[in-house]
């Protein structure tokens, strides 16, 4: 625990990260050096959940490039609209002109 001194989140009279100042020590203290490796872990992390969004190209080029991986991985059509950042209903047009079923979530509780 530290105090707000020398911290990269201090933006004078609170805290980036708190949202107030703290009166005693603070989780959130970071150097300059920490906060930058605290995003790039939280970007890792991210693409870890998530996987990689693709964030050009057509909704064509999204779709060529990894409609398989993300279908295989047993996603609907709207998680893989989510990723790649396209329309759902793109993602099925596409998927049905593949001649593919959609993945269907299975019910809670049976284990699949």
């Known amino acids: 625990m530290n105090s707000c001194k020398g911290c990269f989140y201090n933006l004078g009279d609170t805290c980036q990260v708190m949202r107030h100042k703290q009166t005693g020590g603070c989780y959130a203290y970071a150097t300059m050096e920490e906060a930058i490796q605290r995003e790039k872990d939280i970007e890792a992390y991210k693409e870890y959940c998530y996987g990689t969004m693709i964030k050009t190209g057509t909704p064509r080029q ?36 593949l ?6 979530k299975m019910p809670a509780g049976t284990g699949k």
């Open 99 to 104: 001649g593919l079923p959609t993945n269907k």
């Open 62 to 97: 999204k779709l060529d490039a990894e409609f398989t991986k993300l279908y295989d991985l047993g996603l609907r059509d709207i998680e893989i609209g989510t990723r790649l950042q396209i329309s759902p209903s793109t993602v099925g047009y596409y998927r049905r002109d």
